[in-house]
Nanobody
């Protein structure tokens, strides 16, 4: 059974940082793109960042460019999201996702690009 388990969410003051982790089990995703998405109350789920299988290509939403960094450790089957200079607009449930298409040079940034999803971790930024 494939599982993606996010951790690292919580409450942080504006301007602070958090590091999210997503540990995959049940199969390896070392050949697959991984992504982070978020959904704020009353809003649609949106892409935040994505990384290709090797880590050599990344995508960031304009709203997080320069503040968030996505990375991965294929040996640990884990992907990370370092979030810096957080603000209230970053408050949301953050989801990890995995694409089953192997060896894509460019990671997808759409919800439909991903096949496996975690249950999410809450990030709340207080102003």
């Amino acid at each position: 059974q494939v599982q993606l388990v996010e951790s690292g969410g919580g409450l942080v003051q504006a301007g602070g940082s958090l590091r999210l982790s997503c540990a995959a089990s049940g199969r390896t995703f070392s050949r697959n793109a991984m992504g982070w998405f978020r959904q704020a109350p009353g809003k649609e789920r949106e892409s935040v960042a994505a990384i290709n299988w090797s880590g050599g290509s990344t995508y960031y939403a304009d709203s997080v460019k320069g503040r968030f960094i996505i990375s991965r450790d294929n040996a640990k089957n884990t992907v990370y999201l370092q979030m810096n200079r957080l603000n209230s607009e970053d408050t949301a449930v953050y989801y990890c996702a995995a694409d089953t298409r192997p060896f894509l040079s460019v990671p997808g940034s759409g919800n439909n690009d991903y096949d496996y999803w975690g249950q999410g971790t809450q990030v709340t930024v207080s102003s």
